[in-house]
C-alpha cells in the first residue's frame, strides 16, 4: 500500500472504516498483519476493533485446516514464549497459521519483544496467512508500540469516538457521523428510520455505538419497521430522556412554569435512564443541557431558514423533519414563541448554567437549571 493511500484509508470515518475490515473479514481478505489502535489523540472507541476482531475469529474458527491462535494478551495465562513458538515455526500438519491477539498493550509488558515478533513473522515468505492485533487503551501508546508504520503487508487502523455532533456546515442533527451510524445500524437490523429518527436517538441514548446498538436493538423489540419520532418519544416517555425531552420543549415554549414542574417532578422521583439506569445528579444535569442544546440548536436552525423566506415544507426538508405531524406541531410551537434573537439568547443562559456548575461550584445543579428557565421565560415575556 503507498503512503497515500494508507493516508486516505487511516482518515476514513471510523463507521465506514469496522465495516471495510469487517468484510475483509468475511470474505478471508485480511492483510499479514493489522494494527487495531487508539487514534494518534482524543479518546478511542473500543467497539469497532472488537467487532473487526469477532470478525476474525469468525473466519479463522471457519477456515479448514487453518492452524489459528486466538490469544488475550491480558489474561494471566498468557504465554510470550508460545506465542513466539507459534509465529517462528510452521506447523507440519495445517495449510496455515493465522493470529488473533488482543489487549497487547498488556502482552508487551510481559513479552517486551512481542513487536519484533510480530514484524519479523510478517518478512517472512512461510508466515501466518494473517495476523490481528489490538491495541487497547487511549493515546499515548506503550513505547514498545511507537513509530508504527502502515507497508505493503502492515496496515493501521486507528479508531477515534463517533462525532455526535452535525458539522457546521449541516446543522441537521441526522447529519452527524452518530446517527449516519445508527442509521446503518438500524437497516442492518431491518428498520426504517423517519427523517428526525437518528438524530433523536443520538441524544437518547449518547454518540457511542454500543449504546446506539442496544437502543436499536429495543426499538427492534417493541416497533414495527418503520420507527417515527412518536414510537422513539413513546418507548422513552417515562425514562430520564424523555422527561428531558419534556424539559427543553417547555423551555424552548417559554413556559416557564411547566419547565419548573418538570424539574420538581424529576427531583421528587428521581430519574432512571430508558434501560433503567439511575442517574446521579451531575449525569441527570449533563443529560437536561445536552437535550436542550441540541433542541435549541435544531429550532435555531429552522428559525434561520424560515427567515430567509423559505418554505416550511422546504425548510423541513433541509432541517431532517418530517412538515407534519406532532413533530412538526411541536416545532411550530417554539418557532410561535422563540425568534432568532432569543434562541442565540438560550445558547448563552445555557452556556452560563454549565459555567455555574462546573467552573463556579455551584453545588446544586438545580438551582443552575432554575435560574436559566427563569431567564429563558423572562425573555420570553419581553416579546
Known sequence: MSAAKAKKKSSQDPASLCRELCQAAREGNLPPLLWLMPPTRGEGEAWFAEKIMEAARS??????????????????????????????????????RALLLGRAEKAVKVW???????????????????????????????????????GKKVRLARFRRLYGDPPPWRPDPDASEAAQFARGQARERGLLLDPGVPGLLVQMAGPRPGQLCQALDHLALVSGEQV????????????????????????????????????KSMDRVGLRSWDGRRLGAPEAFSLLLSVLAGERRKTAHLRQVLDQGISWDEACGQAGLKSSGPPAQRMKARLQARNGEQLAALAEFLRDAERQVKMLGWRDPRRALEWMVFRAHRSRRRT
Not at 495465562?77 to 507440519?92: C, E, I, N
Open 228 to 263: 417515527s419520532e412518536e414510537e422513539v418519544r413513546a418507548v422513552v416517555a417515562h425514562s430520564a430522556e424523555g422527561n428531558a425531552f419534556d424539559f427543553a420543549h417547555a423551555v424552548l415554549c417559554g413556559d416557564g412554569p411547566g419547565a419548573l414542574q418538570r424539574l
Open 59 to 96: 473466519l479463522g474458527r471457519s477456515q479448514e485446516g487453518l492452524d489459528f491462535m486466538d490469544l488475550d494478551g491480558g489474561s494471566p495465562d498468557f504465554q510470550g514464549q508460545a506465542l513466539d513458538g507459534f509465529l517462528a515455526a510452521p506447523s507440519l500438519f495445517s495449510s496455515g
Open 112 to 150: 517486551p519483544k512481542l513487536r519484533q515478533s510480530l514484524e519479523e513473522a510478517v518478512r517472512r515468505p512461510d508466515g501466518p496467512a494473517w495476523m490481528v492485533v489490538q491495541i487497547g487503551g487511549q493515546a499515548p501508546l506503550p513505547a514498545a508500540f511507537k513509530g508504527l508504520k502502515a
